[in-house]
């Protein structure tokens, strides 16, 4: 495929997106967001099950809230936009709630952030987010917390950021 072939797929996705977007609502936006990706960059990333990612991985394409069932990961030395540096697990039992499960989440991933990039999350330039159970996957056994760090000016990262002390 040319390059000229390739813009101009591009272009007529992104089209078809706004199109979309205006058409049905914002409750698809990270499905054509995530097709026009694939349409620039088809290669980037292996699509990955959620539930397989482990401390180290790192992905593109970093999903900007609601649920998620995958999501694409790529080698760290790859420009990436998030990597999984820490894992807790929730305590058995019923389902706690969204607010008591990032409580944890919150509490977990700021205590891991400084071990991992060492420095201080409060004199750093990264943040962090994380996957957490729904009530869906908690009545499957879900009860992993995955930590992710990531740069919230929204610059991909080349290389692990483990020991960045940045």
């Known amino acids: 495929m040319t390059t000229e072939n390739i813009w101009r797929r ?3 996705i992104a089209t078809i997106a ?10 698809i936006l990270d499905q054509v967001t995530n097709q026009i990706s694939d349409a620039v960059d088809p290669g980037a990333g ?9 401390i180290g991985d790192c992905e593109v394409g970093n999903q900007d809230g609601g649920e ?12 990436h936009d998030a990597e999984v540096y820490a894992a807790s697990y929730m305590a058995e ?22 071990t991992f990039i060492g420095a201080d999350y409060d004199d750093s330039v990264y943040d962090f987010s994380w996957y957490y159970p729904t009530e ?10 995955l930590c992710l760090v990531y740069d919230p000016s929204g610059n991909q990262i080349s290389g692990s950021l483990a020991g960045a002390a940045e």
């Open 10 to 12: 591009t272009l007529a």
């Open 18 to 27: 706004v199109a979309a977007v205006a058409l049905s609502g914002c409750s």
């Open 46 to 54: 292996t699509t990955q099950d959620i539930f397989s990612l482990v």
């Open 68 to 79: 998620v069932s995958s999501t694409k990961t790529v080698d760290c030395a790859e420009p």
């Open 93 to 114: 039992g019923d389902f706690p709630g969204d607010s008591a499960i990032e409580d944890q989440a919150t509490a977990d991933c700021y205590a891991e952030f400084g």
């Open 136 to 145: 869906g996957s908690w009545s499957e056994g879900d009860r992993e917390i």
